[in-house]
């Protein structure tokens, strides 16, 4: 299996919150959809800053993070968003990665829109197709 992308969308979670207030327009909610490495390995979604720009996310925190080589860096958390596939959601913040790094799809949104990665197609899937089901146990 080699790597797999997947089209996420991602919503600014606060814009969608003004709109329920009727303080902004639907047209005003920021959103993009993106081309995102799937990655079962990260922990949380990343995404670089001009995406964070794109999206008119404030920084909301600061984490040490390890990075695929191994090195630790200190990572900017900004949200939330909300992620969207597949007819499934999920609300979360982000890490932003340095430069124009690509988009990662981490276990947290994963596990929460009930999704895998189907080995034998190497495709982002549905692990219950008739949707989301949370273990509270």
């Keep these: 299996m080699g790597l797999v992308f997947a089209d996420v969308e991602i919503v600014n979670a606060g814009d969608v919150v003004m709109h329920q207030r ?3 327009g639907e047209e005003d909610i920021r959103q993009l959809t993106v081309n995102a490495m799937v990655d079962s390995g990260a922990i949380m979604l990343s995404f670089n800053d001009a995406v964070r720009q794109a999206l008119g996310l404030d920084i909301i925190d600061v984490r040490p993070s390890q ?8 990572l900017p958390v900004a949200g939330p968003v909300i992620v969207r596939f597949a007819g499934r959601f999920c609300t979360t ?3 932003i990665l340095p430069d124009d790094s690509e988009t990662l799809l981490g276990a947290i949104p994963m596990e929460e829109m009930d999704l895998w990665i189907h080995p034998a197609r190497g495709v982002l899937a549905p692990v219950h197709p008739e949707g989301p089901l949370m273990s509270l146990r």
Excluded: P, R, V
Excluded at 67 to 74: M, Q, R, V
């Design 22 to 24: 009727l303080q902004i």
């Design 67 to 74: 990075l695929a080589d191994g090195s630790w860096i200190a």
């Design 93 to 95: 913040n982000a890490l």
